[in-house]
């Protein structure tokens, strides 16, 4: 047994002082879990085995006294740097393995492979000072100890990925460079021990514990002081290459160096260079599955943010861009169909923007249940949409008024129910996206929830309807606009009771405007409610002149649904009457169906505003689409006019009107209603109704609308002898169901009728049909 010298034993207790570094790293690493406990597990088991090689090595140096045995001491060495690289290679991997270190193994064999490049470098640039001729080491060189080989290769790359991931760990960055550090002094301390084995040199052994000390004892203080969980990103564009090229650049140096003072390339040149050229090739490798996979997601991303760009995120489907797109890719057979939702805005103003979403959303959802494969729907913005489909203009239409029906079914939105039409205008030729938009406008301008196909006379109408607008907004100021009064008379006598108030605008250039063709760009400019307001107020002036010679007569004006749903149109109507003393019950305000199909709830307050001034409120058209018995009953209305269409029908009793006039006559009575019917044309007609039970009647029999001194003029020639009771407004009652009272006007045939049966499957069909007016409707305008 050798005798330990000082050196000897300094250097095993400084060995023995590693031993609760290791202890805590394995501690450590039972402690977490994931990432974590594994690298703290191979930092332990490292840091033991290279402290236990390193121990082992020693004793056994001690035991045996290698000093003077040199094959015993070559074979000593190599154990201990086998054992001592063994540990070293499981320090490495403990770093690699850190949650700081790398955020993927693919990474973390990047971070290697960088390492082994900045490694061979060291190495390279190593072998070439200790190398002949710079021999810098001089008579120290170890050049007969082959065992320093593995722990100074073990060095360099632990050197080597210590400067990688100073770059390129993961941000707080320093315990991972620390632990790094360590295993690079561990390392460090491995190479001293092969060499102080082989040099058989005591300081080398001493200075080889205290390196290993040192190593781990750092390892262990980074691993406590990195105690919390780390993110790791695993963006490749973070990757710089700047650290490839400096290896390069101290290689190529240090060759240029070495040849030329004379030296030649040996083994372990070429080992260098061929780990540096070997490692960039599979760096090179990784690096282009980086950018494939990178450029895969880039495509990707790219894939979503077109779709994004395309897609109207309220109801996903197409945006206005997303179709432009479809209709460049489209075949030359393809048809468009625009479509805009009547009086949308009036849902935003009366239940708010989320209930307006969420009807957008629906209208979505609806097209899209609708389409065929290959059809394009698309929200072109606001509540306007468009359906691109396969086929040719007639089953476009076709599938347009299919649309039509499904999107006049009723919106359940917020627990209540909101009744919307849409407007569809086709084009199959041409340049699609204009000319379905002008036969939309055109479908609009007809009075709505209809379609129309395109027609090349469009563009004259639109430019006309533009000229409208800007004549109409004059109309008033130069006096173009003025009242015609229609009677309304007494049934079976046929006497007048009261009238109509229609509105005509004659213009010096464009002549006698018919109403249909000037009331719907009325509403859609907004000078309704100022035309409107002008009409009252004349109806007014001129009953209050009628009151006041004497004629016991009542007059009803149109009102526009714009004009309802203005919240001071009570008002408005309440300081008319008192500004003209106009007793409130002679006044008559006639809603249309078109009204009633909108906002029930809305609806139903505002009419019941209007009744507290102690006007009367005649719902208008009834019959021809719109109105169900639920909202009848609903209503707070006293008169129903039943549409001219239901009467104007029959010429015979066995038509399918006379029986329909019948039950709405009964209907209107059994509510409590005073029923009206309009329209009446012949005396066959008049029979009908008179035989139904209606007590009053409107229609050209009785006399078209006529300025005001023809219409007096026939008041004074029917003038009774004695006075006749006024019709009474009726008051809400006490009880819940609103009260009614009086006028209806009466329709068409069989498709009408339905109108009253909402469960029947032709009801939404025949509600398309219907033209709504509003202050003056079509027929008056023929009647005129
Ligand atoms: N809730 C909601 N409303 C919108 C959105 N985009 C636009 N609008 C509203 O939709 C309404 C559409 O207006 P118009 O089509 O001109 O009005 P309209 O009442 O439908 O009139 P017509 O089309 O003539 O029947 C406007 O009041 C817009 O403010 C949206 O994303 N959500």
Redesign the pocket.
């Known amino acids: 047994m050798h005798s330990p010298s000082g050196m000897d034993l300094a250097g095993l207790i400084g060995l023995l002082v590693a031993v609760p570094a290791v202890a805590y790293l394995g501690q450590s690493g039972r402690r977490h879990t994931g990432a974590a406990r594994r690298a703290h597990l191979l930092l332990a088991a490292g840091g033991a085995i290279a402290t236990g090689a390193a121990l082992a090595g020693l004793v056994t140096a001690l035991i045996t006294g290698h000093h003077d045995v040199p094959g015993h001491t070559r074979a000593l060495a190599t154990a201990v740097a086998v054992g001592m690289g063994i540990g070293t290679l499981t320090l490495l991997a403990g770093t690699v393995a850190l949650p700081g270190a790398a955020s993927s193994p693919a990474a973390a064999v990047r971070h290697l492979l960088d390492g082994l490049v900045i490694a061979a470098a060291v190495w390279f640039v190593g072998w070439v000072l200790i190398s002949r001729p710079t021999r810098i080491l001089g008579d120290a060189t170890p050049n007969r100890c082959l065992a320093i080989l593995l722990p100074a290769l073990l060095m360099v790359l632990a050197l080597g990925l210590t400067a990688v991931l100073t770059l390129h760990a993961h941000r707080p960055r320093r315990h991972t460079v620390r632990v790094a550090a360590g295993v690079t002094v561990v390392a460090a301390g491995a190479n001293v021990l092969a060499i102080g084995i082989c040099r058989e040199n005591e300081g080398f052994t001493l200075a080889s514990g205290l390196l290993l000390t040192a190593g781990l004892t750092l390892v262990a203080w980074a691993v406590r002081a990195a105690d919390r969980p780390v993110e790791v990103s695993g963006d490749v564009l973070e990757r710089g290459a700047a650290y490839v090229v400096m290896p390069m650049v101290a290689m190529i140096v240090a060759l240029g160096y070495h040849l030329a003072r004379g030296g030649a390339m040996d083994v372990l040149g070429y080992l260098g260079v061929s780990v540096v050229g070997l490692a960039l090739v599979a760096r090179q490798y990784l690096a282009l599955g980086d950018v494939r996979r990178y450029t895969m997601r880039l495509r990707q991303s790219e894939a979503h943010f077109r779709e994004l760009a395309h897609t109207d995120p309220?109801t996903g489907l197409a945006n206005r861009r997303g179709l432009q797109e479809a209709l460049r890719d489209e075949p030359s057979k393809a048809a468009l169909i625009g479509i805009?939702?009547?009086?949308?805005?009036?849902?935003?103003?009366l239940r708010g923007?989320?209930?307006?979403?969420a009807?957008?959303a629906e209208v979505g959802a609806r097209l899209r249940r609708n389409l065929l494969a290959g059809d394009v729907a698309a929200r072109l913005?606001?509540?306007?949409f468009a359906v691109l489909m396969r086929g040719d203009t007639d089953e476009a239409v076709l599938a347009a008024h299919r649309l039509l029906a499904v999107l006049g079914e009723p919106y359940e939105v917020d627990g209540g129910s909101i009744f919307l039409s849409a407007?569809l205008g086709v084009a199959a030729t041409g340049e699609l996206l204009h000319d379905a938009d002008l036969a939309l406008r055109y479908a609009?301008q007809r009075g709505?929830n209809r379609v129309e196909s395109y027609q090349h006379e469009y563009d004259e109408l639109l430019r006309r309807r533009g000229i409208l607008t800007g004549e109409l907004r004059h109309a008033i100021d130069r006096n173009q606009l003025h009242l015609v009064f229609q009677p309304v008379v007494a049934l079976p006598s046929m006497r007048p009771l009261g009238g109509e108030a229609l509105l005509r605008w004659t213009h010096p250039e464009l002549g006698r405007v018919a109403p249909v063709e000037f009331i719907p760009v009325a509403?859609?400019s907004g000078l309704i409610n100022r035309i409107g307001a002008w009409v009252l107020e004349q109806a007014c002036k001129q009953l209050a002149e009628w009151l006041a010679n004497g004629h016991d007569i009542w007059l009803s004006v149109n009102l526009s649904p714009k004009e309802l749903h203005n919240s001071d149109y009570a008002a408005q109507v309440a300081d008319v009457l008192a500004e003209y003393g106009v007793p409130p019950q002679r006044l008559v305000l006639e809603v249309t169906e078109h009204a009633v199909a909108t906002d029930m709830e809305e609806l139903v307050r505002r009419l019941a505003e209007l009744r507290e001034t102690g006007v009367r409120i005649a719902l208008d058209d009834f019959g021809a689409g719109y109105s169900s018995l639920t909202q009848l009953r609903t209503l707070p209305v006293d008169i129903l006019k039943i549409d001219h269409a239901l009467v104007a029908e029959p010429e015979s009793r066995t038509g399918t009107a006379a029986p329909l006039v019948d039950v709405v006559v009964r209907l209107g009575h059994r509510l409590g209603l005073e029923v009206l019917a309009e329209g009446i044309g012949t005396p066959a007609q008049r029979e009908v109704v008179e035989e139904a039970g209606c007590r009053l009647g409107q229609g050209s029999l009785f006399g078209w609308g006529v300025p005001a001194e023809h219409f007096e003029s026939r008041l004074l020639s029917s003038r009774p002898s004695g006075a006749r009771p006024l019709p009474q407004p009726r008051r809400k009652s006490s009880s819940d169901a609103p009260a009614r009272s009086q006028v209806v006007r009466l329709g068409p045939g069989m498709r009408q009728v339905r109108a009253l049966l909402p469960s029947d499957p032709d009801f939404a069909t025949a509600a398309r049909d219907q033209n709504m007016g509003s202050v003056d409707s079509g027929r008056e305008m023929g009647q005129g």
Do not use: A, I, Q, R
Not at 340 to 349: A, P, Q, Y
Not at 353 to 357: A, C, F, N, S
């Open positions: 309220l805009d939702m009547d009086g949308f805005k009036s849902v935003n103003d923007h989320d209930v307006g979403d009807v957008l913005g606001g509540d306007e407007s609009k709505k509403e859609e």
